[in-house]
């Protein structure tokens, strides 16, 4: 079992920063790939970014590709998403999402999910 936190998520204005955190409860962080998506008004959630179990693989989606930055410290349980020079169309809410093995782009084969935490980007 384990259990995801969100937090970090505000309102900013366009060209701005946020860093969103995710805290994980359980023994067993680091066997867990982690993933970050996004689900905007009236959308299915996307994924943005992916790290792998140690941090030594990443993966990001086009249009975010050298703005926003995935990391992770497994021995704080946590990961977190440095997300820079901010567009109206980021606005969303931001879950994290845990998956045993090696990250993958698809939804369903995370079986962990935080609550979700929003992020309003103002033009």
């Known amino acids: 079992q384990v259990q995801l936190v969100e937090s970090g998520g505000g309102l900013v204005q366009a060209g701005g920063s946020l860093r969103l955190s995710c805290a994980a409860s359980?023994?067993?962080?680091?066997?867990?790939?982690m993933g970050w998506f996004r689900q905007a008004p009236g959308k299915e959630g996307d994924i943005i970014a992916a790290i792998s179990t140690s941090g030594g693989s990443t993966y990001y989606v086009e249009s975010v590709k050298g703005r926003f930055t995935i990391s992770r410290d497994n021995a704080k349980n946590t990961v977190y998403l440095q997300m820079n020079s901010l567009k109206p169309e980021d606005t969303a809410v931001y879950y994290c999402a845990a998956k045993l093995g090696y990250y993958t782009g698809s939804r369903a084969d995370y079986g962990y999910w935080g609550q979700g935490t929003q992020v309003t980007v103002s033009s």
């Open positions: 359980g023994r067993t962080f680091s066997s867990y790939a």
